[in-house]
T-cell receptor, first 113, second 113 residues
């Protein structure tokens, strides 16, 4: 079984630019989550999709972040415009059964300069 | 305000000895606790979990202990092996319909020969 795939693995952009992160969940997993870890801090929840619907987006920092999940398959997380404090590692996870079956991707390391 | 705290950023243990990683939480409503292990450039992987109705769960070399009155849990690794060197994250969940995990900041474990 293929795992959760995230790309790019690294992205360096200038402040004010736009970046789009992509996550391909494990096939058949209805639940898809985005998390973020700012350097040295905790891994923080951003949002949760069930199929194509946003179940919980309480962790999204502000309206510069836009997440979509097309047709209940892959998901994208767009940051526009990027700010310095958006730097960190963005993890995607998918699960068939909620918190009991999370599988995380390797993450996208975003650096805003 | 951080609800899950891992106050030791790092721990160094000799191979063959016991590793004890600690985690404290503030929200008495948490129902379920998990430990994740993370290697560099990889996503967190699930290690072991415990429900709030139990005080101990064991899986091979890994045992998690929960002390609800103290709002404290610990992960014991016996015997420790060099391959256990990684960052360990404690996480908690409310088992409501949000499915989100609340993570600590992680403890870096180094097991030396």
């Amino acid at each position: 079984e293929a795992g959760v795939t995230q790309f790019p693995s690294h992205s360096v952009i200038e402040k004010g630019q736009t970046v789009t992160l992509r996550c391909d969940p494990i096939s058949g997993h209805d639940n898809l989550y985005w998390y973020r870890r700012v350097m040295g801090k905790e891994i923080k929840f951003l949002l949760h999709f069930v199929k194509e619907s946003k179940q919980d987006e309480s962790g999204m920092p502000n309206n510069r972040f836009l997440a979509e999940r097309t047709g209940g398959t892959y998901s994208t997380l767009k940051v526009q415009p990027a700010e310095l404090e958006d730097s960190g590692v963005y993890f995607c996870a998918s699960s068939p059964t909620g918190i009991y079956g999370y599988t995380f991707g390797s993450g996208t390391r975003l650096t805003v300069v | 305000d951080q609800q899950v705290k891992q106050n030791s950023p790092s721990l160094s243990v000799q191979e063959g000895r016991i590793s004890i990683l600690n985690c404290d939480y503030t929200n008495s409503m948490f129902d379920y606790f998990l430990w994740y292990k993370k290697y560099p450039a990889e996503g967190p992987t699930f290690l072991i979990s415990i429900s709030s109705i139990k005080d101990k769960n064991e899986d091979g070399r890994f045992t998690v202990f929960l002390n609800k009155s103290a709002k404290h849990l610990s992960l014991h690794i016996v015997p420790s092996q060099p391959g256990d060197s990684a960052v360990y994250f404690c996480a908690a969940s409310l088992l409501d319909n949000t499915d989100k995990l609340i993570f600590g900041t992680g403890t870096r474990l180094q097991v030396f020969p």
